[in-house]
């Protein structure tokens, strides 16, 4: 009998003016909270990671808030991601000696693809997660029907999401973190389609994100859409959903997580 699938449950702060907010298709934020104390929560509930995502660093044109990363990283015992404002190979460093295990490239990639290459070369795939904000656009220049966006969602980057998805994958990236702009903060589920395409298209792992309402929705993305990880925010930032519960349904579906 093969192993069954490990899925990874992962808890999203975005954070802006050193708060952890949450809108919904990137607009609307409301404050939900400290990002250290919330941090210290997930860890307690057993997140597998956390990511933190500096949400108007790229827009600001700003470097990532190097100070409250490590106050989180103080306080919890599972991998970090972290992503926002992050454009060199000094950025990265600065990062993981801030404390990250990780870190997710978005606008700087788009922006310049090398910059990826060099920083998968520098730090190893395991280090380097290529985000994408991909939208639904129906336009001939998206074969997939889905486009790419920068700066938090505010820019048209003008590439086909599965494309730029396979692209990154070529340039080393160890992991894609695929967000839905059209599903994010509406908790109507997470967009199968996109998730399913890029699965199948390239051999790392995807998390999804974007979407998220219930644990039978987390299902689905790892049962329908082959995602190896789920990201949410909101649903646990404000209590809707546990992450023990969302394990649960995932192990009673077939999947091994973390318990």
């Known amino acids: 009998m093969p192993d069954k699938k490990f899925i990874r449950v992962i808890p999203c702060l975005d954070v802006k003016d050193g708060q952890v907010v949450k809108g919904v298709n990137f607009v609307n934020l409301k404050n939900a909270g400290d ?4 941090a210290r929560a997930y860890d307690i509930a057993m997140a597998d990671e ?3 995502l500096d949400i108007s660093a790229s827009h ?3 470097k ?6 490590e106050q989180v990283a103080g306080e919890i015992f599972i991998p970090l991601t972290v992503g926002g404002g992050i454009s060199t190979i000094d950025d990265i460093r600065a990062v993981l000696l801030a404390g990250a295990d990780k870190v997710a490239i978005n606008s700087a990639a788009i922006k310049n693809p090398d910059f990826i290459s060099r920083a998968t070369q520098a730090f190893g795939a395991q280090c380097i997660v290529g985000a994408l904000d991909v939208k639904k656009i129906t336009d001939d220049k998206y074969p997939s029907g889905y486009g790419v966006f920068l700066h938090g969602g505010r820019i048209d980057a003008g590439c086909d999401a599965l494309a730029w998805a396979r692209e990154l994958v070529a340039r080393g990236v160890g992991e894609i973190l695929l967000t839905s702009m059209d599903r994010d903060g509406t908790k109507q589920g997470f967009d199968i389609a996109i998730t399913r395409m890029v699965s199948a298209a390239v051999d790392v792992p995807v998390i999804a994100s974007g979407g998220g309402g219930s644990a039978a929705d987390m299902v689905a993305a790892a049962a ?3 995602a ?3 990201l949410a925010a909101s649903i646990f930032h404000f209590g809707e959903v546990a992450i023990k519960d969302v394990k649960t349904s995932l192990a009673q ?3 091994a997580v973390r318990l």
Do not use: S
């Open 35 to 38: 990002p250290v104390e919330i």
């Open 50 to 52: 956390l990511c933190f």
């Open 60 to 62: 600001e044109g700003r």
């Open 64 to 69: 990532t808030i190097l100070g409250i990363v």
């Open 224 to 226: 329908k859409g082959g």
């Open 228 to 230: 190896a990880a789920i």
């Open 253 to 255: 579906a077939g999947f």
